[in-house]
């Protein structure tokens, strides 16, 4: 077993062992720091009380194995077993389910939202697209911060300003202006955009074997937050529905409700930021002795390819590419979400919030279980497995007849349809994807990376969710499922025809 202090990067043959004088694989390689004037990380995480890191030093998790995933998060979480701040992982959690509760909570409100301030189809998707449009300004910029400023000030920051959006939400309807719904939620994603951010300081805490576990369980907490969390919205819509009351400077009703909401939240994950929350400090690790195995890993890494960029560049580029495809997919359904299930199946924004949300709930349990897929399946199996579902689900959807038509469309097709985007198919694909990616880049540092990451996403759900508000409005709902569907497929035959590089990059 490795001691504390032997924590960094080693490797002298093809099988990558070390031996101590008893001929057991260990490693000594304790660094040592100078003028250190903070300390991380706390005292209870596996780094140890020896671990006085100096200003502008960077920590890297050694990898015990090739392995991507532990057997599951529930057995890994409990002991912290590779994870060297657990109190740190916590509030990162915090930070992820405020940042995406503020989408959706208001997920079930913004359609009635947008025909209450005159609008249509185009509207909603404006307004969805400018959460994400917020994430594209800032999510690089925060990357880049998180290096030059450290967590604890980025993401203090970044909260603060989501702070400002919730209230500016809150009065939307007072101010009667759907430019004025598109601004809020603007300043809503800006203040949210940390996903690269909070994914950057997982993957630095963490052991390389079990970081797509740690990654499945934040993007469980985010997944859960704004899938399981439709639910407080469309129970402020069925208790405040048509009421309103006036308590000096706030106005309540079914949407201010929301906004103030998450507006609490926001000051609750302030105080654990700035009282709870320990700085990150970077240390260059020690030298190191490069496997026979890395040297290969480098080698391909570093060809050129005909595009003149190396075959390291260009995965990670595909990987930002596929993240586009996929949360594009997801984020143009989850905008024509309620007007779908309004137009096709007669239910109200409340009901249908409810449906998103068990099956939110679903999906959280499918990412908390992720590991034991790992234990079988390569991160491009999962992948193509998790999209591939998706796109079934959506073609489930492509060949229906409005109510205004006279269709009678069960209720249990859409449960089970929304199960399969929700509850299984999305959440499986892009999380595989995003440990991918996280192994990819490598021990760089993550940051501005994953910023980047998290704004192809962001800007996937701007492009995707205004195409599907502009077809949903001068054709037909069922049109944008079809488009979505061919885009799902040309995704699976991508990562099929790349898999073999992929992996080879993520090991």
Partial sequence: ???????????????????????????DATPSFINA????????????DRAKIADGAYVQMEDGDNHGYAPSITSTIMTAEGLADPAGFSIICCVVLVGDMTRGVTFPIMWPLVQDLGGNSVWLGYAVGAFSFGRVIASPCFGRWSIEKGYSKTLVASTTIMLVGCVFFAHVISVGSLPFLVFSKIIMGIGSATLGVTRAYVAEITATRQRTTYMALLSAVQYGAYTVTPIFGALFCYILNDQRYEVGFFVIDQYSAAAYFMASLCIVTLFLLLTKFQARYRTKPALQIKSKRQLDQDELANNVTWCGLTVHTCALIGCMLLNIATVGCFGAFETMGVHFAESYYNLEPAVAGTVVSVNGLIGVCTLWNLGYLGRWFLDTQIIIGGISVFAVGILSFAWLKSVEMGAENSIIHYIVGVMMIYGIGYPIGV???????????????????????????????????VMAGYIAHYDDITTVFIVLFVISILSIITVASTSQTLTALSH
């Avoid at 501005?448 to 759900?461: D, E, M, N, T």
């Fill in 1 to 27: 077993m490795l001691h504390e202090d032997q924590l960094h990067s080693h490797s002298i043959d093809d099988e990558d062992e070390l031996y101590d004088n008893n001929n057991i694989p260990v490693v």
């Fill in 431 to 465: 999380t595989a994807l995003i440990g991918l990616f996280s192994k990819v880049v490598g021990r760089i540092s993550q940051g501005p990376l994953q910023g980047w990451f998290a704004a192809s996403g962001s800007l996937a759900r701007i492009l995707f969710s």
């Fill in 37 to 48: 004037s903070l300390s991380f990380p706390p005292a209870n995480s596996t780094y140890g």
